[in-house]
């Protein structure tokens, strides 16, 4: 069931808001509110180490020495988060390896943190959500 409810806001920060409805492609401005209290309520379970699902990318020289195998021993110490990973040959140097894991948002955080960090990764990030049970 909708519930309505009303909001007053500066001029300008109405307007700032309607630019970014526009920008991402919300059809209206119900639409855009309900999506950013999705996205700060998902964050909150984030902070209560919530169980979250998410995806390391990482790029990487695999030339890099000991690399590959520093990668593969981390996701082995930390084997009950991983979903699936993918490898890709991005080039005859560079690789990008995405993994799918699913845990606790410490455990999330911690495994990608080590994995980006790693000598000779490139570029790595983390994408993490949940199913936002209380969420519709």
Same mark, same amino acid.
């Given at each position: 069931?909708?519930?309505?409810?009303?909001?007053?806001?500066?001029?300008?920060?109405?307007?700032?808001?309607?630019?970014?409805?526009?920008?991402?492609?919300?059809?209206?401005?119900?639409?855009?509110?309900?999506?950013?209290?999705?996205?700060?309520?998902?964050?909150?379970?984030?902070?209560?180490?919530?169980?979250?699902?998410?995806?390391?990318?990482?790029?990487?020289?695999?030339?890099? =020495? +000991?690399? &590959? #195998?520093?990668?593969?021993? /981390?996701?082995?110490?930390?084997?009950?988060?991983?979903? !699936?990973? @993918?490898?890709?040959?991005?080039?005859?140097?560079?690789?990008?390896?995405?993994?799918?894991?699913?845990?606790?948002? =410490? +455990?999330? &955080? #911690?495994?990608?943190?080590? /994995?980006?960090?790693?000598?000779?990764?490139?570029?790595? !990030?983390? @994408?993490?959500?949940?199913?936002?049970?209380?969420?519709?």
């Amino acid at each position: 069931m909708l519930k309505r409810f009303s909001i007053s806001l500066e001029e300008d920060l109405l307007a700032g808001f309607d630019d970014y409805i526009v920008r991402h492609g919300y059809s209206n401005r119900s639409e855009a509110v309900r999506d950013l209290i999705r996205k700060v309520l998902v964050k909150d379970e984030w902070a209560d180490d919530s169980e979250v699902v998410g995806v390391v990318t990482m790029v990487y020289d695999h030339h890099k =020495s +000991q690399l &590959q #195998e520093r990668i593969t021993e /981390l996701q082995h110490d930390f084997y009950e988060l991983i979903t !699936s990973t @993918t490898h890709i040959h991005m080039d005859h140097h560079n690789c990008l390896e995405v993994t799918i894991v699913k845990g606790k948002a =410490s +455990q999330v &955080q #911690e495994l990608a943190g080590r /994995l980006i960090a790693l000598r000779g990764v490139k570029d790595g !990030s983390l @994408t993490m959500s949940s199913t936002g049970g209380h969420l519709r």
